[in-house]
């Protein structure tokens, strides 16, 4: 599904839904012509606090196109010119094929360069005839205060449990997170909402309960939503992220949890990428865990 290019398809369903409405008792079958949609360079990148920066380089496709697994190869940007600098080094991102188990994708990444907490970092991308660039820092770590468990409230089954975390906010305003929680030695996922900014409780400490990481290709990552289990690990990595970068996945995430509405107000993903689509950006994690003593 091309996110990008979703909105062409809410106004369709909408222009077809008032018709409807207006034209109930016709029977004359109403065909809405989409044109295709501009193809863009579409940015995934990231660089975090003691990591090499990578970069997956990819082109958007038609909402309406075919696609086949087979052929996600088709999909990626391949022999790229992508360099990154931090203001005194500028390296050059080779690109390696890594196998995620049966997908094989294509990732440029750079070894001999680690993110540092505090620094600017500049992208600049050549590819297919095209000028692509972006900036992006990694902010100043602010930590959780502490993390703890409750008991899941208002459910019969008593094997659920809730995270519970308290959080001092930076006195100054703009401060922005990204979290991820990992249960067990599985994958860190995101929550389903997983940024936050500090516009309203700017300065202060404050304690709120913490959902579960999701992941959104698992068809049972639904199951018991925003809980976890007695007996789980349970590690919430909570990395601070500049302005720009949770204007991404703010808007990136309202869009996806509109899904499937016809009725959804067609949103803007708010990248960064001069040229392109997508996202360059920076984290700065720190981490906190416990474990949920078994029944």
Not at 179 to 197: K, M
Request: some cysteine; aromatic content about 12%.
């Amino acid at each position: 599904m091309n996110i990008f290019d979703r909105k062409i398809l809410v106004l369709s369903m909408l222009v077809s839904g008032c018709c409807l409405l207006l034209f109930s008792s016709c029977t004359k079958d109403l065909n809405i012509d989409l044109p295709p949609s501009v193809e863009q360079l579409v940015v995934e990148g990231h660089i975090s606090t003691g990591q090499f920066p990578y970069v997956i380089l990819s082109r958007t496709t038609d909402y309406y196109s075919t696609f086949y697994l087979d052929s996600l190869d088709n999909l990626f940007v391949h022999d790229a010119l992508v360099k990154v600098s931090n203001g005194s080094d500028t390296i050059t991102l080779p690109e390696l094929t890594i196998d995620t188990g049966g997908t094989v994708i294509s990732v440029y990444l750079g070894l001999n360069m680690i993110g540092e907490e505090g620094k600017t970092y500049s992208l600049w991308i050549e590819a297919e005839g095209k000028s692509l660039s972006a900036i992006t820092t990694i902010p100043v770590a602010s930590p959780l205060d502490s993390i703890w468990w409750e008991p899941s409230a208002g459910g019969e089954d008593d094997s659920l449990v809730r995270l519970i975390c308290r959080y001092t906010d930076p006195p100054l305003l703009g401060n922005y997170v990204r979290y991820f929680t990992q249960t067990n030695s599985g994958a860190f996922n995101p929550g389903y909402n997983s940024v936050f900014e500090d516009a309203v409780i700017n300065g202060t400490s404050f304690e709120f309960p913490l959902d579960r990481g999701v992941n959104r290709n698992d068809s049972n990552a639904f199951d018991n939503y925003g809980l976890f289990k007695r007996g789980d690990t349970i590690t919430v990595a909570w990395d601070a992220i500049d302005l720009a970068h949770f204007d991404f996945w703010r808007t990136l995430e309202f869009e996806l949890g509109s899904q499937g509405s016809p009725f959804a107000t067609p949103v803007t993903i708010q990248g960064n990428i001069e040229g392109g689509a997508g996202i360059w950006g920076g984290y700065s994690p720190t981490y906190k865990t416990l474990i949920v003593p078994p029944q």
